[in-house]
């Protein structure tokens, strides 16, 4: 499957429910950190990536295919929680592909596989 990334464009905006995930682990373990510091950290060590796996003619469902674009966020991020909480959109109908947040290794990772 060779997966063609992208960084989205740095002005685009991401859903502050999606920050909060990936942050709030961070603000159970010191309470005391400012969310807008631990924010501009995160966004500094992860980006967000489209991930583009070609067209599709419409033969699998939905469903089916945001199972696939989980399978391979679980491949690199390693766990269920984290897999769900990267996957900002799913690109279903016209093309097949997704919007995720990544580390530069794990785009890598996945630019890599066929």
């Known amino acids: 499957m060779n997966a063609l990334l992208s960084k989205a464009p740095s002005g685009s ?3 502050l429910e999606k920050i909060r995930a990936l942050v709030c682990s961070k603000r159970r373990e010191a309470p005391r950190v400012n969310l807008n510091h631990v924010v501009a950290i995160v966004c500094k060590l992860k980006q967000v990536y489209i991930v583009y796996l070609g067209g599709h ?8 295919i945001l199972e696939d674009h989980h399978a391979l966020l679980l491949s690199v991020k390693g766990s269920e929680e984290a897999a769900r ?3 900002l959109y799913s690109y279903k109908h016209t093309l097949n592909g997704f919007a995720a947040i990544l ?3 794990e785009a890598m990772a996945l630019s890599g596989r066929q």
């Not at 003619?57 to 089916?64: D, I, L, M, P, V």
Request: no cysteine.
């Open 85 to 87: 909480a990267a996957l």
């Open 103 to 105: 580390s530069h290794e």
């Open 57 to 64: 003619a419409g033969a699998k469902a939905e469903e089916a």
């Open 13 to 15: 905006a991401i859903p």
